[in-house]
């Protein structure tokens, strides 16, 4: 069965960083291709970015609201996901969620607020 | 435009067909997957590649093209179709991943 989970979400004040992890199992990691997508309260869901495997060239594509403020990585050794959100907004506010598209992890809550 | 646009929200009958779409200029160049997303639980994929079901999804679930447009049918609604669907596909400069407007499906 694969599993998808996140971790590292919680309440940060505007200006700030957070990481989050994702932590996968079931599936074969490194061949996959990652995303997060991320759904603010009471709004639809939204694109966030998405690193291919390493052997499609580890390239990463970003959403224009957040493109050079995240970076996405991983570590295949681990199964592991990573979104290294910096200069956080209130706009930020959101679940964010790590998927193949295939499958989906349960979300991690990260709030920015003052 | 690169936007994905999805009607607010449809009401069908129990037992009844209900059809969801999505417009983009996009639609024309790159398929579309379906996503269900029920209130408070993660996304789950119902259609994929415009028209192929992932395994246990119901076959009441069907996806359909054309020009820039793309839907997803739901022939024979039941109860625990109520939820949120939401179109994705690129857009058209094929870099950027986008998801539709969301459309809510209420099951009378």
């Known amino acids: 069965e694969v599993q998808l989970v996140e971790s590292g979400g919680g309440l940060v004040k505007p200006g700030g960083s957070l990481r989050l992890s994702c932590t996968a199992s079931?599936?074969?990691?490194?061949?996959?291709?990652m995303s997060w997508v991320r759904q603010a309260p009471g709004k639809g869901l939204e694109w966030v970015g998405r690193l291919k495997s390493n052997s499609a060239g580890a390239t990463t594509d970003y959403a224009a609201p957040v493109k050079g403020r995240f970076t996405i990585s991983r570590d295949d050794s681990r199964n592991a996901l990573y979104l290294q959100m910096n200069s956080l907004k209130t706009d930020d506010t959101a679940v964010y969620y790590c998927t193949t598209w295939w499958f989906w992890g349960q979300g991690t809550l990260v709030t920015v607020s003052s | 435009s690169s936007d994905l646009t999805q009607d607010h929200a449809v009401s069908v009958a129990l037992g009844q067909t209900v059809r969801i779409t999505c417009h983009g200029d996009s639609l024309r160049s790159y398929y579309v997957s379906w996503y269900q997303q029920k209130s408070g639980q993660a996304p789950v994929l119902v259609i994929y590649?415009?028209?192929k079901r992932p395994s246990g999804i119901p076959d009441r679930f069907s996806g359909s093209y054309s020009g820039n447009t793309a839907s997803l049918t739901i022939t024979g609604a039941q109860a625990e179709d109520e939820a949120d669907y939401y179109c994705h596909s690129r857009d058209s400069s094929g870099n950027n991943l986008l998801f539709g407007t969301g459309t809510k499906v209420t099951v009378l």
């Open positions: 079931g599936v074969i990691f490194r061949n996959a291709w």
């Open positions: 590649d415009e028209n």
